[in-house]
């Protein structure tokens, strides 16, 4: 099984400012990477795949960069409802592995 | 409208069984594989079963497996997920989730139901 580590656990960043949301694979995953965020009570929203590949209506601010073990997800300039929490998925292998997220906290 | 719903949930004792439905609505079910993907209470996420767009193919994490099944009526646009044996480490909201392309799937989803919640206790 493909372990999927997320860094940091909780990051805090003021709105306007970048964040920088990190997701490790055990193994090669080439770019079979996708990003989701999720608000409380709320399901998953895609918002990147193929790992760098923004879903359809995801704004320009985020952006997904990496391939094989070293992945990461920039929101540019915060705004206020982008404070979630954030997690990785890899599908180059099964089982399909998440990473155990990451919560975007308003410092 | 575009749309997944997830219907089932409720509380079973340890060792028994629940039969989740989710019944999809504004795309052609048939030409998506669907996922079923659980979260515990306060915690992350985790896949739980797939299913190909025909049926014909099916996968499951090591956890649910021998434990679980599921399964589709494309006549109907309904996913199921047969649990039997439940633990009570298998309390979570479970939602069902459709792949983002059709025909040859990638196994990323791009559109989730809302959940039902099941709750595994004596």
């Known amino acids: 099984e493909i372990v999927m580590t997320q860094s940091p656990a909780t990051l805090s960043v003021s709105p306007g400012e970048r964040a920088t949301l990190s997701c490790r694979a055990s193994?090669?995953?080439?770019?079979?990477l996708a990003w989701y965020q999720q608000k409380p009570g709320q399901a998953p929203r895609l918002l990147i795949y193929g790992a760098s590949t923004r879903a359809t209506g995801i704004p320009a601010r985020f952006s997904g960069s990496g391939s094989g073990t070293e992945f990461t997800l920039t929101i540019s300039s915060l705004q206020s409802e982008d404070f979630a929490v954030y997690y990785c998925q890899q599908y180059n292998n099964w089982p399909l592995t998440f990473g155990q997220g990451t919560r975007l906290e308003i410092k | 409208e575009v749309q997944l719903l997830e219907s089932g949930g409720g509380l079973v004792q340890p060792g028994g069984s629940l039969r989740l439905s989710c019944a999809a609505s504004g795309f052609t079910f048939s030409s998506y594989a669907m996922s079923w993907v659980r979260q515990a209470p306060g915690k992350g996420l985790e896949w739980v079963s797939a299913?190909?767009?025909?049926?014909?193919?099916?996968y499951y994490a090591d956890s649910v497996k021998g434990r679980f099944t599921i399964s589709r009526d494309n006549s109907k646009n309904t996913l199921y997920l047969q649990m039997n044996s439940l633990r009570a480490e298998d309390t979570a909201v479970y939602y069902c989730?459709?792949?983002?392309?059709?025909?040859?799937?990638?196994?990323?989803?791009?559109?989730w139901g809302r959940g039902t919640l099941v709750t595994v206790s004596s």
């Open positions: 193994q090669s995953v080439s770019s079979n």
């Open positions: 299913i190909s767009g025909s049926g014909g193919s099916t």
């Open positions: 989730a459709k792949d983002f392309l059709t025909g040859q799937p990638y196994w990323y989803f791009d559109l």
